[in-house]
């Protein structure tokens, strides 16, 4: 069984930055690979970033590529969204989740989800 806590969501002004963190225990997460996923309200769950436990390769929704940054902390089992230059738009409640092996783009792919954390960003 994996569990995921996210944390570091809050209200944030238009044009500020916002760091999240993904809590991750339950199993050895050599092989998997971490998904940040966002969404907003009357709207589909949407792929924001992936990176990979082991050698740490990452991969954005190019929509988020240069704002948003995805990292992991292997001793600490966690994974960081950092997020700048933030816009209402980015408005959303955001999970992380976690699948083995594959690196997957829709949340359809993904075996564990935390609960979500909100961010909104008010103009």
């Known amino acids: 069984q994996v569990q995921l806590v996210e944390s570091g969501g809050g209200l944030v002004q238009a044009g500020g930055s916002l760091r999240l963190s993904c809590a991750a225990s339950?199993?050895?997460?050599?092989?998997?690979?971490m998904g940040w996923f966002r969404q907003a309200p009357g709207k589909e769950r949407e792929f924001v970033a992936a990176?990979?436990?082991?050698?740490?390769?990452?991969y954005y929704a190019d929509s988020m590529k240069g704002r948003f940054s995805i990292s992991r902390d292997n001793a600490k089992n966690l994974v960081y969204l950092q997020m700048n230059s933030l816009t209402p738009e980015d408005t959303a409640v955001y999970y992380c989740?976690?699948?083995?092996?594959?690196?997957?783009?829709?949340?359809?792919?993904?075996?564990?989800w935390g609960q979500g954390t909100q961010v909104t960003v008010s103009s």
């Open positions: 339950g199993r050895t997460f050599s092989s998997y690979v």
């Open positions: 990176v990979r436990w082991s050698g740490g390769s990452t």
């Open positions: 989740a976690a699948r083995a092996l594959v690196v997957g783009g829709r949340a359809d792919e993904y075996d564990y």
